[in-house]
């Protein structure tokens, strides 16, 4: 039986930042995370969402959506955001992005870790 928390490893958690994402487990080398999250994603031109009138929602596309390919991919709808765009980047990253936007832990996650990709600003 598949339950919910079969692939779960993370939760969010309030920081420094706002909120994060944290391991509630050990998360072994090599593990995919957000395996769940299969939700469409839609890329926005980085100079279509600097021309977006509302600095609000400029902000939302640059806080959530990593940069590929001169774009910013984001959730279809934002109000359909899973943990997996919460994470914050960071320049001493534990987490490395694989293509199809998947994330893979390079090494053992301890506990209370928090989980964060490469900076992409």
């Given at each position: ?28 080398q ?9 939700g ?82």
């Amino acid at each position: 039986m598949i339950l919910p928390h079969n692939n779960l490893y993370t939760r969010l958690k309030a920081c420094s930042k706002g909120v994060g994402v944290y391991a509630i487990r050990e998360i072994p080398q090599a593990t995919k995370l957000f395996v769940g999250d299969i939700g469409e994603t839609v890329k926005m031109l980085i100079s279509d969402v600097d021309r977006l009138e509302d600095a609000e929602l400029r902000r939302m596309y640059y806080d959530f959506c990593p940069v590929k390919d001169g774009c910013l991919v984001a959730p279809i709808d934002f109000n359909q955001t899973a943990l997996g765009w919460c994470i914050n980047h960071s320049n001493a990253p534990n987490l490395q992005l694989e293509k199809r936007l998947h994330f893979v832990t390079p090494r053992v996650l301890l506990v209370g870790e928090e989980v964060q990709p490469v900076s992409i600003s």
